[in-house]
C-alpha cells in the first residue's frame, strides 16, 4: 500500500522557521507539498523531481526549501522567515510523472494525511 505521512507542524512566530519531513513507501518520479487555509483552495508550494530539480511558488521563494532523501524515502520542506498568511494544512503528495506540476494538482494521486502550521503575527 502507497503510504505518505507527514510531520513536522506545529505553531510559531512571525519570521520563525519549521521543517516539515514526509516519508513515503514507495518511489515517484516527482513529490510535492501543497497547502491549503481554511475557506481557500489547496495551492502547490513546492515541488522536486527525481533528478532533483525544485520549482516554488512566487509566494514562498526565497522562504521555503524543497529537498528529498530518495535512499530514506523522505521528503522535506524547510520553511524559513514564516508569515502569518503561511498558516495552513500542508499536504505531502506524489506523481508518477516526472514532468508533473504543481499547477495541476490532478496529476498528483497520493496525498499525505496533512500537519498543521500556524504562524502568529
Known amino acids: 500500500q502507497v503510504q505518505l505521512v507527514e510531520s513536522g507542524g506545529g505553531s510559531v512566530q512571525s519570521g520563525g522557521s519549521l521543517r516539515l519531513s514526509c516519508g513515503y513507501s514507495?518511489?515517484?518520479?516527482?513529490m510535492a507539498w501543497f497547502r491549503q487555509a481554511p475557506g481557500k483552495e489547496r495551492e502547490g508550494v513546492a515541488a522536486?523531481?527525481?533528478?532533483?530539480?525544485?520549482m516554488y511558488a512566487d509566494s514562498v521563494k526565497g522562504r521555503f526549501t524543497i529537498s528529498q532523501d530518495t535512499a530514506k524515502n523522505m521528503l522535506y520542506l524547510q520553511m524559513d522567515s514564516l508569515k502569518a498568511e503561511d498558516t495552513a494544512m500542508y499536504y505531502c503528495?506524489?506523481?508518477?510523472?516526472?514532468?508533473?506540476?504543481?499547477?495541476?494538482?490532478?496529476?498528483?494521486?497520493?496525498w499525505g494525511q496533512g500537519t498543521q502550521v500556524t504562524v502568529s503575527s
Open positions: 503528495a506524489a506523481s508518477g510523472d516526472f514532468y508533473a506540476s504543481i499547477r495541476r494538482e490532478a496529476e498528483f494521486r497520493y
Open positions: 514507495y518511489g515517484f518520479y516527482y
Open positions: 522536486i523531481n527525481s533528478a532533483g530539480r525544485v
